[in-house]
């Protein structure tokens, strides 16, 4: 019952991604944005919303417990980027690597993705930083966090200031296909557009909702504390709308888009959500918690090094991958 419970969610949220992706090409191309914008902003925080309510839940309306609220919070906090930076990229090449092959291209713009992870990697460098505050300084902690979240604002205002360039340069969003309400004889207008968007984000948050409470269900069956629990496996459900959002949109070639998804969502998570943790937990380098932010950082760098040389190839992500398996060595042992 309980694998046919988390298989039901699973397909939820695999056709919730698809009629959200939909409404979103076509709400960027209304607004006649890039997808840079569509991807790293409008799609990265929509689809952040099941990841970031776990730890919101957790800490502020969560069990009697609280060490265990914290240590959900925590490990969805920092859960959250490292699945992003190693296995959902992984997962996004690997998707076209029958298509392109081992080497082929990945053709991202350039200036967005390197702007994501500039952001990303000075923001969490920040947190990890944090970590080894010591919490008798409040104050340098707070300064922390006030940083953080000013970084996603300064961040969010760049990303919409170089649109107008990126849609000269032919980067504006496109609809592949037609609007799937309009299919079934509604207007395709502004308000269908928002309608669908609502729909198809209703039901990625329900089906995350839903796979997380069957992964709380067999958690004792697997014997896996709840840090642990939250690191490895909550974000395998929170993350799964930028995974399949991101494999989408690269097997239709929207390299741009699949990226920004993810990057974007690195950014929001490893920024404003870190804060949040600073500021309301413990937030020490326990082993499976230093771990997990070292190697998302090394993940990040990597790609970043990649996007340097202005070589980005099929291959190269499933490095990133090998990278998430080396934390779950590190954090089972």
Not at 59 to 88: C, D, H, K, W, Y
Not at 149 to 177: N, W
Not at 257 to 268: D, E, K, P, S, Y
Request: charged share 15%; aromatic share 8%.
């Amino acid at each position: 019952m309980l694998v046919l419970q988390l298989l039901f969610f699973l397909i939820l949220i695999l056709i919730a991604a698809e009629v959200f992706v939909n409404a979103l090409e076509h709400l960027g191309e209304r607004l006649k944005i890039s997808e840079g914008v569509t991807g790293s902003i409008f799609a990265a925080v929509g689809t952040a919303m099941p990841e970031t309510i776990v730890p919101l839940l957790a800490l502020f309306a969560g069990t009697e417990n609280r060490q265990l609220n914290e240590e959900i919070g925590v490990g969805a906090i920092l859960g959250a980027p490292l699945m992003l930076s190693t296995l959902s990229l992984c997962l996004m090449a690997l998707s076209v690597w029958k298509q392109r092959g081992s080497r082929g291209e990945l053709t991202p713009e350039r200036g967005g993705l390197t702007r994501d992870l500039d952001f990303f990697l000075g923001a969490f460098v920040l947190a990890c930083i944090a970590l080894f505050m010591p919490h008798n300084g409040t104050g340098i902690r707070a300064m922390l966090a006030v940083v953080m979240v000013l970084t996603y604002f300064f961040y969010v205002m760049l990303t919409l200031k170089d649109s107008a360039r990126l849609v000269q340069e032919g980067h504006q969003t496109e609809a592949g296909d037609a609007l799937f309400l309009a299919r079934l004889k509604l207007p395709d207008n502004w308000f269908t557009v928002f309608t669908q968007l609502g729909l198809g984000l209703a039901l990625l948050v329900l089906g995350a909702k839903g796979f997380i409470h069957g992964i709380e269900l067999a958690a004792p069956l697997l014997g896996i504390s709840a840090l642990v629990l939250s690191l490895m496996i909550v974000p395998v459900a929170t993350e799964l709308p930028e995974k399949v959002n991101s494999i989408l949109w690269i097997r239709k070639r929207k390299d741009t888009l699949a990226f920004g998804n993810i990057t974007g969502a690195m950014v929001f998570q490893g920024t404003l959500l870190p804060a949040l943790g600073i500021l309301l937990t413990p937030w020490v380098p326990q082993k499976e918690v230093l771990a997990g932010v070292i190697i998302t950082l090394l993940a990040a760098a990597w790609l970043r090094l990649l996007v340097y040389r202005g070589q980005l190839r099929v291959w190269h992500l499933v490095v990133n991958g090998g990278l998430y398996v080396t934390y779950l060595v590190v954090a089972l042992s």
